[in-house]
C-alpha cells in the first residue's frame, strides 16, 4: 500500500496479489505516494506500475506525480519494459489518436466521445510519445482489438473514461485481452479494468502455421476455421441497460474506414461481441444454461422413438449422455463433400458473374437509409441462434440512433458497388436427420447460421425485392410465395 502521508485522509493506492503469485513478486517499490511499482519472476523485465493520480483541479494534485512516472520510465528504459494501469484521471477522448494512428496501431473506436482531452491527458501522451508507450484502451493492434468503455459515473450514469492502461510497444502483443467491468455491486464511482497477459514464451503453434505459407500466397492455403468462430453470447445472458449505455460512449470514426469496408465491417463486429461479453448479467449462469441444455438434448432424443437409445442414455442420477454421433452417421468428411457437390453444380458454373446493368431502378438501387435499417431491426426475433461473430441479432435492436446511423453507413459501401464481404458467407451448418438411411449424407437437411450483420444486409435486400416484385404478377409469377425471395437473395450471397 502506498499513500501521501502529507494528506493521508486522501486515500491511497493498494494491490492485491493471489497467494500463488505472492512468492513471485519482487523489487517492489512503494516509495512515491499513490504509486506501487513491482516485478513478477513468471514475466521477467516488464515493470507494473500500479497508479493513481488526482483530477488536475484537486487541491491534492501535484506534477510530481507524472514526474515519478517519467523518472521510473527512464532508470528502466534499457533493461524492462512497462506496464501502468490506474486511475490516472486522463480523459483522452479522440485525442488518444495522437499518440498514434497509424495502420499498425490505432484507435478506431473511443468509448469517450469528447474531442479535447483534459490536462492530464496532455501530460500522459507527452510521455507516451517519449517512451514508446501505447493506451490499451481501444487499441486496435495486430489481429487485437481491445475495446473499451467509459469507466467513471455520476449516479447511475457512466459519463467519462478516465482509468487507463499503457503499454510499453513491445508488449503489445503479449496482452490477450483488456477489459472494463461496469457493475453496480461496487462500492465506488469507477469500474475496475483488467488485462489478461501471456508469459513471453514462443508460441510453436503459430510458428508453424506461418511456416506452412513459406512458398506460396496465404490466401491459397488452409487455415484453421475454429479461430474465426466466436464463443456465441445469447441473448437472454445480456443486461439490456448495460448494454445500451455501453454501445452509446463508442464512437466509430468512419470517415477512416469508407475505402476499407472489411476493416469497418470486423471493427463493427468486434465492438458488438465485446460489449455482449462485458454486459452479460447473472441471470444466464451455467448451472441455468446446463438444465436448459439438458431440456433440449431430452427434446431432440424422445422425438426418435428409440428407446433402447434412451434407456442406454440415461445414467442412474436421471441424466443421459447421447454421442453426438453414431458409427452410422457420416463424417465431418463426407459432410463436406456432400454439401460441396450439391452447392457446386454445373449449372452453377455456367452463370455469368459479371452482367452489368445500366438500368437504375430507385426501388432497388436507392442507398440504404436509416429507416430502412431500423424497420428491419423490428421484424427480428432477439432468440435466434449466433452466427460464427458470436453475436445475437437481438443485441440490434438495443442499438441507439446513432449507432443505426453506423450500421446504415457500413451497408452503403457494400450495396453501392455491389460487393459482399467474404467472411459474411461463411456460416455455421448444422445437420438434422430427415429420414431413410443415416449413413447417405443426402438424408440429413443443413441448416446454416450466419454473422448478424450479414443477416440484416440480406434482410434490407430482401424486403427491396418484395417491393419490387409482387407474386403472382403476370403468368410466369403465379403460385410464387415471398419466401423465395429470400431463398434467392441467400443463394445469390452465398
Same mark, same amino acid.
Request: glycine letters at 6%; aromatic letters at 10%; one cysteine or more.
Given at each position: ?30 516509495s ?8 513478477l519472476q513468471v ?64 484507435y ?8 479535447v ?7 500522459l ?32 450514469r ?23 467491468h ?40 488452409g ?7 466466436k464463443?456465441?453470447i ?16 463508442m ?46 438434448r ?54 455469368d ?32 441462434a ?42 455455421? @451448418?448444422? *445437420?438434422? $436427420? +430427415?429420414? %431413410?438411411?443415416?449413413? /447417405?449424407? #443426402?438424408?440429413?437437411? =443443413? ?17 427491396? @425485392?418484395? *417491393?419490387? $416484385? +409482387?407474386? %403472382?404478377?403476370?403468368? /410466369?409469377? #403465379?403460385?410464387?410465395? =415471398? ?12
Amino acid at each position: 500500500m502506498s499513500y501521501d502521508r502529507d494528506y493521508s485522509h486522501s486515500g491511497g493506492t493498494a494491490v492485491l496479489v493471489r497467494n500463488v503469485l505472492s512468492q513471485e513478486a519482487l523489487s517492489v517499490d512503494t516509495s512515491i505516494p499513490d504509486q506501487i511499482w513491482f516485478q513478477l519472476q513468471v514475466i521477467p523485465k516488464v515493470v507494473f506500475g500500479a497508479c493513481y493520480i488526482p483530477p488536475n483541479d484537486s487541491p491534492y494534485f501535484s506534477q510530481k506525480e507524472f514526474e515519478s512516472i517519467q523518472e521510473k520510465l527512464i532508470e528502466g528504459q534499457y533493461d524492462n519494459k512497462f506496464i501502468i494501469i490506474g486511475d490516472l484521471n486522463t480523459r483522452f477522448g479522440k485525442g488518444v489518436r495522437k499518440i498514434s494512428n497509424t495502420e499498425e496501431f490505432s484507435y478506431p473506436v473511443v468509448a469517450d466521445d469528447v474531442n479535447v482531452p483534459n490536462d492530464n491527458a496532455y501530460v500522459l501522451t507527452t510521455i507516451c510519445k517519449d517512451h514508446n508507450l501505447l493506451v490499451v484502451n481501444n487499441l486496435k493492434a495486430y489481429d487485437k482489438h481491445f475495446v473499451s468503455n467509459k469507466t467513471y459515473k455520476q449516479g447511475t450514469r457512466w459519463v467519462s473514461e478516465l482509468d487507463v492502461c499503457v503499454g510499453s510497444i513491445q508488449l503489445i502483443n503479449s496482452i490477450e485481452s483488456f477489459r472494463v467491468h461496469p457493475t453496480e455491486n461496487l462500492p465506488s464511482d469507477h469500474a475496475p479494468i483488467s488485462i489478461k497477459m501471456s508469459k513471453g514464451r514462443i508460441d510453436l503453434d503459430f510458428v508453424l502455421r506461418r511456416a506452412s505459407f513459406l512458398g506460396g500466397h496465404a490466401s491459397l492455403m488452409g487455415y484453421k476455421c475454429s479461430s474465426l468462430v466466436k464463443t456465441p453470447i445469447k441473448y437472454k445472458r445480456i443486461d439490456p441497460k448495460m448494454f445500451n449505455a455501453s454501445i452509446s460512449g463508442m464512437n466509430i470514426d468512419t470517415d477512416n474506414f469508407i475505402n476499407n469496408v472489411n476493416d469497418f465491417a470486423s471493427i463493427v463486429s468486434n465492438v458488438l461481441y465485446q460489449c455482449s461479453e462485458m454486459c452479460q448479467s447473472r441471470a444466464g449462469t451455467s448451472r441455468e444454461d446446463s438444465g436448459e441444455a439438458q431440456t433440449d438434448r431430452w427434446d431432440c432424443l424422445l422425438p426418435d422413438r428409440d428407446y433402447l437409445k434412451v434407456w442406454q442414455a440415461v445414467d442412474w442420477k436421471g441424466k443421459f449422455q447421447v454421442e453426438n454421433k453414431t458409427d452410422g452417421d457420416p463424417t465431418d468428411e463426407e459432410f463436406k463433400e456432400y454439401f460441396k457437390n450439391v452447392l457446386n453444380t454445373e449449372e452453377n458454373s455456367l452463370l455469368d458473374e459479371n452482367i452489368q446493368s445500366f438500368v437504375n431502378v430507385p426501388i432497388l438501387d436507392d442507398h440504404i437509409t436509416l429507416g430502412k435499417v431500423q424497420s428491419q431491426i423490428n421484424r427480428i426475433r432477439p432468440d435466434k441462434a449466433c452466427g460464427p461473430d458470436g453475436v445475437s441479432l437481438g443485441v440490434l435492436k438495443l442499438h441507439p440512433m446513432e449507432w443505426l446511423l453506423t450500421l446504415a453507413t457500413l451497408f452503403n459501401p457494400l450495396f453501392l458497388p455491389e460487393s459482399y464481404r467474404s467472411l459474411w458467407s461463411l456460416a455455421k @451448418l448444422f *445437420t438434422i $436427420f +430427415k429420414k %431413410g438411411n443415416r449413413q /447417405e449424407p #443426402k438424408n440429413y437437411r =443443413g441448416i446454416t447460421v450466419i454473422n448478424g450483420l450479414a443477416k440484416l444486409y440480406d434482410m434490407i435486400l430482401c424486403s427491396r @425485392l418484395k *417491393t419490387w $416484385f +409482387k407474386p %403472382g404478377w403476370g403468368t /410466369e409469377g #403465379k403460385g410464387l410465395h =415471398g419466401a423465395y425471395c429470400s431463398f434467392a437473395i441467400a443463394d445469390g450471397h452465398g
